[in-house]
């Protein structure tokens, strides 16, 4: 078992959706959870970031961490085009600063 | 704040060349910087931890004469493919720790493509 899972995808869905993105880890050490954003050919860009459990909310997006179901969310609102992308989950903790990353989602939101 | 670039944005060179690519902290300073590999399809691949002053720290399986590191000061870190082979082709990315949360910040990453 991977330490981080999560679908691959594609995830299609029509404009305006709302979009759940999960992420399953196994390592109870992990509390520092982030999700990334790339788009085909660039670097990951920085979405979230929350410690530990809870819900994280910035603009359309919101996070969600459960650390006793060792799931994490997000949740893209009134999604749009331009959210087309992969997006990443990863974390960290344990000592470690070094994150784990899942494999990606394929996100496509078409108009 | 928090932005890392990398330099080239792609390469392309012929088998058994050397390729530099190079990873700056534009408006941090970035003790760490991490060198991470990707496919196509695929998640991002750690290879190595870079530190500034030391050397790097490879992880399993990557070869450390092949894939050099250098982390010569605070904004720049350096990996250098050598004799580079077609299976090295890869999409090649670098980050930095920093921010207001310390975590990572990604550059834009280099397309390497081995004839």
């Known amino acids: 078992q991977k330490e981080v899972e999560q679908d691959p995808g594609p995830l299609s869905v029509p404009e305006g959706a709302i979009v759940s993105l999960n992420c399953t880890y196994s390592?109870?050490?992990?509390?520092?959870f982030m999700w990334y954003r790339q788009y085909s050919r660039k670097g990951p860009e920085l979405l979230m970031y929350t410690y530990s459990s809870g819900n994280k909310e910035d603009g359309r997006f919101t996070a969600q961490v459960d650390k006793s179901s060792k799931y994490i969310s997000l949740f893209i609102r009134d999604s749009q085009p331009s959210d087309s992308a992969t997006y990443l989950c990863?974390?960290?903790?344990?000592?470690?600063?070094?994150?784990?990353f899942g494999r990606g989602t394929s996100l496509i939101v078409h108009p | 704040g928090a932005v890392v670039s990398q330099h080239p944005s792609r390469v392309i060179c012929k088998s058994g060349t050397s390729v530099k690519i190079e990873c700056r902290s534009l408006?941090?300073?970035?003790?760490?910087m991490f060198w991470y590999r990707q496919f196509p399809k695929q998640s991002l691949m750690l290879m190595a931890t870079s530190n500034e002053g030391s050397k790097a720290t490879y992880e399993q399986g990557v070869e450390k004469d092949k894939f050099l590191i250098n982390h010569a000061s605070l904004t720049l870190s350096t990996l250098t493919v050598t004799s580079a082979h077609p299976e090295d082709s890869s999409f090649y990315i670098c980050?930095?720790?920093?921010?207001?949360?310390?975590?990572?910040?990604f550059g834009p990453g280099t397309r390497l493509l081995v004839l």
């Open positions: 990863a974390m960290s903790g344990g000592g470690s600063y070094i994150p784990t």
């Open positions: 980050s930095g720790i920093g921010g207001p949360w310390e975590t990572q910040y």
């Open positions: 390592n109870s050490a992990f509390q520092y």
């Open positions: 408006d941090f300073q970035a003790t760490t």
